[in-house]
């Protein structure tokens, strides 16, 4: 019987239990400017673009106290999507046209080679130039915006790429020849192998991911900002549109971090609590941890803490807030940072 070789998990996650990790998303520019000190006010973890990361930002950091954690974006395809030569890229929905933009993001083909091997060449760029402790990967879900009370979910991805990659991974017949063809063929009749092909295709992603760590950076996390819906939110919108299974991507990554953003997505601040003690249980059985990132910006100091401690529910190991930059320019909201994470940290 031939044996599947699978990667090994890094030390990190089968080491003693790690103190809580107290972290902050953003550039800490404006909180220093401002005098803050990373120590003073309990944070030991920074989450940050992976393009805003200098020597001068890691030195500090860690002088501080402070991990360092690049952000990086997947499968964000707008600034790729606007050389003429990549238009082969742009995801296609169901009636066989470009999948338009939503307001604020644009996803891409997500089996188009040449866009994955830019990404995972840019990604051991940066392991291999900046001394970071881990990379968590944002924008890993197939073309759609779910921070929005009214998110947009379309239906993609039927161009060539995907259909010929989907039928030679399954087996899958699909009639017609062309997009609007097979999307119409799939929906109607390979909608249960399509939602599952779809899963794979990110989860295959991930694991390329973390190849590129474990031959690059064995000791660097990985880390996934996700989607932070229920199963029963959105008719099931997390697996069925953005192609995300839970097992299956708790298994390649070390950190999933919800990302719990009440306000944005229209919802009550409990929300936090709900969703998190939700995904403790729905993952009670897999070794991934959890550290959720909740809302700071837009909302009062008092709602912020409580989506705080509401990030802290169930078995979540660590929190952050979006953003240090919106908790800097308020003086309560700073006040609750510090008297917060210096209490978990007495």
Same mark, same amino acid.
């Given at each position: 019987m031939?044996?599947?070789?699978?990667?090994? +998990?890094?030390?990190?996650?089968? /080491? &003693?239990?790690? $103190?809580?990790?107290?972290?902050?998303?953003? *550039? #800490?520019?404006?909180? =220093?400017?401002?005098?803050?000190?990373l120590d003073e006010y309990g944070i030991n973890a920074i989450f940050t673009g992976h393009r805003s990361i200098d020597e001068a930002l890691l030195g500090r950091a860690r002088k501080e106290g402070s991990r360092v954690f690049a952000e990086f974006p997947a499968w964000n395809g707008?600034?790729? +999507?606007?050389?003429?030569?990549? /238009? &082969?890229?742009? $995801?296609?929905?169901?009636?066989?046209?470009? *999948? #338009?933009?939503?307001? =604020?993001?644009?996803?891409?083909?997500?089996?188009?080679?040449?866009f994955l091997r830019s990404r995972l060449a840019e990604l051991e760029q940066l392991v291999t130039t900046r001394r970071v402790d881990g990379v968590w990967l944002d924008y890993l879900h197939w073309h759609a915006q779910f921070e929005d009370p009214r998110p947009g979910l379309p239906e993609t991805c039927f161009? &060539?790429?995907?259909v010929e990659r989907f039928r030679r991974e399954t087996g899958v017949k699909v009639a017609g020849d062309a997009p609007r063809d097979w999307?119409?063929?799939?929906?109607?009749?390979?909608?249960?192998a399509w939602r599952e092909w779809r899963c794979s295709v990110v989860v295959d992603f991930a694991r390329r991911c973390r190849a590129v760590?474990?031959?690059?950076a064995p000791g660097m996390l990985l880390g996934n900002y996700q989607c932070a819906w229920r199963d029963d939110e959105h008719a099931g919108a997390r697996r069925r549109v953005l192609g995300l299974d839970l097992p299956a991507m708790a298994r390649v990554f070390d950190v999933l971090s919800p990302m719990v953003y009440h306000g944005r997505s229209g919802q009550p601040v409990g929300?936090?609590?709900?969703?998190?003690?939700?995904?403790?249980?729905?993952?009670?059985?897999?070794?991934?941890?959890?550290?959720?990132?909740?809302?700071?910006?837009?909302?009062?100091?008092?709602?912020f803490e409580q989506a705080m401690r509401g990030g802290l529910a169930g078995r979540a190991s660590g929190v952050m807030m979006f953003t240090l930059a919106a908790v800097a320019e308020d003086p309560e909201k700073m006040a609750v940072l510090q008297k917060l994470y210096r209490g978990l940290r007495a």
């Open positions: 031939r044996r599947r070789a699978f990667l090994a +998990l890094p030390a990190a996650l089968r /080491a &003693a239990p790690d $103190p809580l990790v107290l972290g902050a998303y953003s *550039s #800490p520019k404006t909180f =220093w400017e401002r005098g803050g000190r707008r600034d790729w +999507l606007k050389q003429p030569e990549n /238009a &082969a890229s742009w $995801p296609i929905d169901e009636t066989g046209q470009r *999948s #338009p933009a939503q307001t =604020w993001f644009q996803g891409i083909c997500p089996t188009n080679e040449a161009n &060539a790429s995907c999307a119409a063929d799939i929906l109607k009749r390979r909608q249960t760590l474990a031959k690059h929300w936090v609590r709900r969703n998190v003690e939700w995904l403790s249980g729905r993952l009670r059985r897999e070794a991934v941890k959890i550290w959720p990132i909740v809302q700071a910006h837009q909302a009062p100091a008092a709602e």
